[in-house]
């Protein structure tokens, strides 16, 4: 009985946080997907990503990572390759308490943790193997988590489940869209 009230706490909690949560709006050539941030445990992700939005980086950008059961990862590449200017890297803010489940957003990084700058990537199932190692000094393993979808994970399981060859982008030809899946705007949308 213990275990289901915690459960039912968590549930509430996330949707309480979802309802109060700056959203989103992703609008792509394969539909459109809406996530809402968590500022409360993220605040300099949080505030890195929407730095972004309000520059209009997204836009015109693709999907060019797409590792079915996995991720689906896109930032700052066109669907020519090319990258566009970033800013400085963040500090990783992984040991934020929350976890990598399906549908939510985290950060990319190289090795380096304190080395996120515009890419991030969504969950396609839980990859607990992406949160931070026990252990471990806080934010110096795992991957940040930021936010989480809210609408449209209809659309983005659909980008995972497109056909891979494309070559656009940081990742070889297996990984990437043989058609780009292209980000026509992300925009602050009021939830």
Do not use: D, Q
């Given at each position: 009985m213990m275990r289901r009230t915690?459960?039912?706490a968590a549930s509430f909690a996330m949707f309480a946080f979802c309802a109060?949560?700056?959203?989103?709006?992703?609008d792509t050539s394969l539909g459109s997907f809406s996530i809402a941030l968590d500022?409360?445990?993220a605040p300099k992700a949080v505030a890195n990503f929407l730095r972004y939005v309000?520059?209009?980086?997204?836009d015109g950008t693709v999907v060019y990572r797409v590792v079915p059961g996995f991720v689906i990862q896109m930032g700052s590449f066109d669907a020519q390759g090319g990258a566009?200017?970033?800013h400085g890297p963040i500090a990783l803010e992984s040991a934020n308490g929350l976890k990598n489940l399906r549908g939510t957003l985290s950060m990319a990084r190289?090795?380096?943790p304190n080395s996120a700058t515009a890419e991030f990537f969504v969950n396609l199932a839980d990859n607990d193997s992406l949160d931070p190692n026990p252990g471990a000094a806080p934010n110096s393993?795992?991957?940040?988590?930021?936010g989480k979808v809210v609408e449209g994970m209809a659309v983005v399981d659909k980008i995972a489940a497109v056909q891979l060859g494309g070559g656009h982008g940081?990742?070889?030809p297996d990984a990437s869209p043989a058609i780009p899946v292209t980000i026509t705007k992300a925009v602050v949308s009021v939830p």
């Open positions: 915690l459960l039912l109060n949560a700056t959203e989103v709006r992703f500022a409360a445990h309000n520059e209009k980086h997204f566009r200017e970033a190289s090795g380096e393993t795992g991957y940040a988590v930021f940081p990742f070889p």
